[in-house]
Every structure is written in C-alpha cells, then in structure tokens.
C-alpha cells in the first residue's frame, strides 16, 4: 500500500506545474464551438455550449454524471453522428473550418482528431497491429521500414516501447489494463492528429496506471491539443491547463484550471468542487 | 436504552428464524429443479441412444455382402462367337470397325446366362438335381453383364477360365445371414427347395463367402439387382447441392446480414424485412419445394430432378438460417470495437471488413455449417422437384438427373424387398448421419480452433 501511494505522490510531484496563466490566456485557438446543442430524439443533452479550446494545452471537462461533458467531447470529432437519433445543433470549428460542413469528410477529421476511450479498447490483434491500423487505413506509410518507424515511435512517445518491445506481434488484448490504455493512445498518436480526445481514459485503471497516464497526458501537451473528460477533480487539477464545468447540459463556468479551483464565480462551480454536489 | 437494544435483538432474531423457515423450502425447490432438468436430459439422451443403437443394429448388416466365387469359363462352344476381328485382318479401317461393331452386337445379344449357369453348376456338387431357372436365382442379375464386360474388355479371353468374384442375389443373401425363417413352407418362400439346398451347399464348400460391402459405396442404387444396390449416386447429388448450397447461400446470406446489421437505416421497411426473415425460417421446407418447381423448373425450365434445382432450392431455405444467425452474430459484437475503429477514423465498411467480420467469424462459420447440415437432411422438398426419381447412374455435372442421400433413404425405405432393403435403408441412415456427425464435428473444431487464435 504505501509504495502504491509512495509512487502515486512520486509521479505527482514530477508532473510540471501549471502553466502560468496569462501565458495560457495568450496561447492560439486551437477549436470553437458556439452554441452546440446535441439532442437524443427528444431529449435535449446539451443547451448551447460555447468554448474555445487553446493550442498545446491539456483542457478537462468536469462535472456530475450526465452532465454532458462526455457528449460535448463526442461532438468534437462526430462519434455522435454514429449514434441513431443523435442531432447536433451550432459550430464546432477547428482551426476555422467547420466539422459539420457536409463537404469535410468525417474519415479525414477523426484522422485529425484522435480519441482515446473510457475503457481500453484495443483491436483483438497483435501490438504492433493495433498502432499500425490507423497509418494503414490513411496510407501513411510508404513501405515497411516506415511503417516500422511509425510504430516504433508511436510506442515510445506513448511510454509503452521499453514494456512492449519483444512482444510486438502478441496481442494487444493480453497487456494490463494500464498497458492497453497507453496502447491506446500509441494508436491515436500513430496518425499524427492535431488533437487528442480522451473521454475519462483513467477511470477503468488503478491509481499506479492512472499515475503513468497523467504523466504521459502531460508530456503529449507540448505537441498535441489535449481535451479530456474527467470525474476526477484531483486529476483535472493535475494535468489540465484550462478547466470547464458543466452542469445538467450547461456550461457553468470556464477559465485557466488554478482559478477554477482556488477561486470559482459560480455557486454551482464552488459547490461542485466543495464536495457538495455531484 | 437496554430496553430498546432487546427489542432490536429479538426482531434480528424473528427475521432470522423466518428466513430458516423459509429455506427449507427454497432449497425443496431447488432439488426438484434440478431432478426434472436431469431427467429430461437423460430422457433425451436415452431416445438419442436407442436410435443409434437401433440404426446401428439394423444397419451393419447392410455391410456384409455375399460373394460367389466362380470359375467362369468362356467356352467356345457354349458362347458360339467368332474372335474378335483383329485390325491387320482387314484391308481398311472401315471394313475393321464394320466388324468390330458387328461382333460387339453379336456378343450383347449372347445368352449370358449360360456362362452363369455354366459357373454355378461347376462349382455345385455333382448330384445336385436342379433347373436352370432355379439356379439363377443364386447369382444377382447383374452377374451376367459383369462377366460380359470382362469378355468385351477382353475378347482373348475366349476359351480360357477365370476366376470371378460376383454378387449372390439379395434372396439368397437374406437366406444365408438368417433374414428368412427357414421353416416357413415352399409356398412361403421366395426361393425354391433346390436353390436353398444348393446355397447351403455353397457356403459350405466355400463358393459363397461373406466380405465387406464395398458396392454401397461404390455403386448406384438397382432394382434389377438388388444386392448391388449402392449410394453413390445419391452420395454425389447430395454434394452437389451442398456445394451449391455454400457457394450460393454462405455469401448471400453474410452479405445480406452485414447489410441489413450495419449498413441499412432503421425504417419499417428493415423492420418489415427483419420480420419477414424471421417469418421465412418457420417456413415448412415442403413449401420450399413448391416453390422451386414452380419459379425454377416451371418458368426458368431447369432440368427436373437435376441437383441445381435441388441446390437451389435448399439455397433458399438455408438462406434465413444464415441471415439469422449472422446478424446474431454482429449484434454480440462490442460497441467498443466499433467505437476503437470509428475513432481512428475507419470508414464504416472498413469497420466491418476489418474489424466485426473477423470477429465474428467463427460463429457465422459454425452456423454456416449448422445450416448446411440442416439442408442436407431435408428431403421434403426434393420430392416436389423431381429428386426422387429411381436414378440409377452418377450425375457427372449439376444438370444431371439425380437422387439425394435422404430421399435414397425414403426410396429403401419404401422398397418391396422389406427383409433385404430395411439394413440397406439403415446403412444409408448411418451414412447420413455419419456426414452429418462430421460436418459438426469440423465445425466446433474450427470454432474452438478459431477463437483460441483471436
């Protein structure tokens, strides 16, 4: 128990302080969204959502069960649109251009937007399969030795090279859960996108995994635009830079992650992260 | 304060000596359960038992078969025909084969029964008083076309003596495994005093011996002869159709599933043709068959009785099967898997191509195999269609006129020789089953194979 918490204190104190705040302020827009509505037949799941998502920063959605933060992530590379019923109203743009412009090609935006889910869900196939698929599908790689190359270093910016490197070709679905996840994340990373979703990715792992990923989640910022949802407050204040808190299909408050959690506007905010709902 | 901490204690125990009360109950239930559930399984098992063991009784008898081993001798005399023409006799190639067809003509239209009748007495002890009527009643009646074969094979043979293996009739057959109370009178029996004698007789001086049936599965089904009577021609049709069955109903049928499961918006039309579907399967098979005659043979003039006909139709019976069971299939597979491949941007074909369908595979595999397995023990439909002509001959091609394993069996079964026919009709049923028990047993192999690998 105590190497567990020894190790968990450990990884905590390695992860970099936040980032100054006016310097986040300044950072470039990376997505917009403005008045984003998604309803579930009749059922309205999100009451106009505007946001802006800085460039290179790890951003976390917070917030009680069902209160919309993982539907919002969705809309952001349209997995909605594989849900039956599902509308989404408003825009969400990235680097300016609409997602939901019927001309952009849905393939070529969740090759820009990556995801990691909930729950490791790597294909029942071997590791290095798992990194290749995405690269192989969008043609990235011009022969083996590149697609090798790709792979490799997918692995490695994952954290998980050193663990995996004689077991390339055993599947993917024998590692640990914590393994899996960063597994995960190769395979997103392997197609080179702009930006990252990570919807919960820790809630299935126990705290020595979680440690690693938030770690990992920390160096990815410097080159990747990170949006992750949380049920963990503790982790949205370790890792993210900025901090949204949604409520019942609202966005409640948003703003640079230290002021949300020192010094919260919202009553709703402040009883959120007191404890008091949620 | 004690008092109130008494008063919770003795509810605490009231509720705990209800509970008791109540178990011994539960657990009367439980026993019950599980008694009738193990009866029904053992009752089950023990109808599944005594028809194997019924089948196997009656059917391995069907394997021996009654072998006459004669000296066959080509005499000249008995024969009265001239050697075959010799090519260097004759001037031109057209004065040979002249003679050549002339002398083949004058061979068929020799009484070959003589050479039979000539064999059996030679082999038959020398007081044997009997006619030659009755002593052909001996030999299968195809005796004679084999030893005329072996002669057109060889003409050299003219005047020579050769030793012949040739089938003893399905009577005396029957007489000699025991199949015929030997005490019933001679109005009673099949064969007459003299025939009996004289099969007696040789089975004791070994010119009758008993040998592995290999002619089930060599020849094709006769009712002139018979003890000759085989399965492979109703073998051969029924793997046609199998193969129609799988190149027609295993792609249209996954591909209607993959479809329908993921590719199809959800309207009344699907719903209507999901029902439909669903619907199709408790179609009675005869309906099938009824079908088939009307669309394939009727408006499209396919050949009747022919195996593409029969294909076809069980194609369409399996069909539902497959379709059923494949979307099963793909509704079991994890939204996760869908979501891991949507999200790293898949298209939704290559979604199902690369990811669900290999999945699944091994369970489409498996009802693939179950369904074709059902198609091949259908036999109702195949009466509708003509598949249950006496076909005596191996259909070369789909086209061909043929008879399937099932409908052989409805054919013996119905047979007016019952005492030779009914271990025949067994046999055909053990053979059946035993493609059956096969084509199951490589499924759960491949299944077992198949999913320790993914």
Known sequence: MDMVAGKVKMTQQSVKSAMNPTDMLER???????????????????????????????????????????????????????????????????????????????????????????KPNPFPKSIYENVAYGPRIHGLARSKADMDEIVVSSLRKAGLFEEVKDRLNEPGTGLSGGQQQRLCIARAIAVGPEVILMDEPCSALDPIATAIIEELIDELRENYTIVIVTHSMQQAARVSQKTAFFHLGNLIEEGVTEDIFTNPVNKQTQDYIMGRIG | MTDTLSTTRQASLDRTQRIRAGLRRRH????????????????????????????????VPAFTQSNLHLAVTFDPELLKVDPAPVRDAFASQAEYTAASLKWQRDVAMLNWNKVVEASLRAAAPADVEIDSRQILTIAETDARHDIREMFVADPSLLGQTVEVDVLASANAANWIKGNIDRSLGDAQQQLSAPARALIDAFVENGTISNGFAWSIFTNVDSRAAPASAGLLGAFVGTVWMMLIVIILAVPIGVAAAVYLEEFAPRSRWTDLIEVNINNLAAVPSIVFGLLGAAVFINYLHLPISAPIVGGLVLTLMTLPTIIIATRGALQGVSPALRQAALGMGASRTQMVFHHVLPVTFPSILTATIIGVAQALGETAPLLLIGMKAFVASVPLTPLDQATALPVQIYLWQGNENRNFFEPRTAAAIMVLLAVMILLNGVAIYLRSRLEKRA
């Open chain 1, 28 to 118: 470039p827009i990376r997505l917009t969204a403005r008045d984003v509505t998604v309803h579930y037949g009749a059922k309205q799941a999100l009451h106009g959502i505007s946001i802006d998502i800085p460039d290179r920063a790890v951003t976390s959605f917070i917030g009680p069960s069902g209160c919309g933060k993982s539907t919002f992530l969705r809309c952001i590379n349209r997995m909605n649109d594989t849900i039956e019923g599902a509308k989404v109203g408003g825009t969400i743009k990235l680097d300016g251009e609409d997602i939901y412009d019927p001309s952009l090609d849905v393939v070529e935006l969740r090759a820009r937007i990556g995801m990691v889910f909930q």
């Open chain 2, 28 to 59: 009367l239930g439980e026993t019950i359960f599980r008694g009738l559930g193990l009866a029904a399984i053992v009752l089950a098992l023990g109808f599944v038992a005594l028809l194997f063991v019924d089948v196997v009784r009656k059917g």
